[in-house]
């Protein structure tokens, strides 16, 4: 199957041999980068063509693997896990956060767009909102296309 290239940015890169047929490897790189294909590329580099044998994701944005729970955590102690788990508004920390009248949380969630018309301007094209009910909740997640303000999720 042909893959269309992309343009990826790799930046932290650490090659290590595991045993005399097995190597492993670490990055940091930018969305778009497909692992699949990098180990192809080594393979092909190296002139003995190669696979993944496994992956794992450490990080994604904010997130890593050092702070989350194990899954263990969650079934064995649901109500103590549950304090600790992100709210979806602090979540998404990178976005503007925009507060909602109870009103058009109402109008939203019945597939109403009215008030997305009302929302303040976007910083630049594709910007994503957080919009917050009075309580600080996630209500939706909007993004900006061509400068209107598109529903993206309602919760």
């Not at 932290?12 to 192809?40: I, N």
């Not at 944005?61 to 729970?69: C, M, N, Q, T």
């Not at 194990?70 to 976005?95: F, V």
């Amino acid at each position: 199957m042909e893959r269309t290239p992309r343009q990826v940015q790799l930046e932290k890169f650490s090659l290590f041999q595991l045993e005399p047929d097995l190597l492993g490897f670490s990055l940091t790189c930018s969305k778009g980068a497909y692992m699949r294909s990098l180990a192809a590329d080594i393979g092909l580099a190296l002139g003995c063509g190669a696979h993944l044998e496994t992956l794992r994701r450490t990080e994604f944005g904010d997130f890593s693997v050092r702070e989350a729970l194990p899954l263990q955590a969650l079934t064995n102690s649901p109500d103590e896990a549950t304090a600790l788990l992100l709210s979806p508004a602090r979540a998404l920390p990178q976005y503007r956060t925009v507060g909602l009248a109870s009103d058009d949380i109402v109008k939203l969630r019945r597939g109403q767009q009215e008030p997305l018309r009302d929302l303040p301007s976007a910083m630049n094209d594709n910007e994503i909102l957080s919009l917050l009910d009075a309580e600080g909740e996630l209500v939706a997640v909007v993004e900006n296309n061509q400068g209107q303000w598109r529903l993206v999720r309602v919760l």
